[in-house]
């Protein structure tokens, strides 16, 4: 999916959290009807838009050599 920004598995009522980028609700659409929905183990689907950023750090500085050992 090319909206597709980043893909989360998450604790908690969600098993995944999408993040996807597109221009206009009208993409959202397209993209939560013809590709997020017909994947076949879907069965839900809640949305959050974001407003604005209020702050944006860039990435989290973590050291990846120090990651799993």
């Keep these: ?18 993040e996807i980028a597109v221009p206009d609700l009208a ?4 993209v ?3 590709e997020v929905l017909a994947i076949g183990p879907v069965r839900d689907v809640r949305s959050t838009f974001a407003i604005r950023t209020v702050l944006s750090r860039g990435p989290l500085p973590v050291d990846h050599r120090r990651l799993g050992g």
Excluded: I, R, W
Excluded at 1 to 18: I, N, Q, R
């Design 1 to 18: 999916m090319p909206a597709v920004v980043a893909c989360h598995v998450v604790s908690g009522e969600a098993d995944f959290l999408v």
């Design 27 to 30: 993409a959202y659409e397209q």
């Design 32 to 34: 939560l009807l013809d």
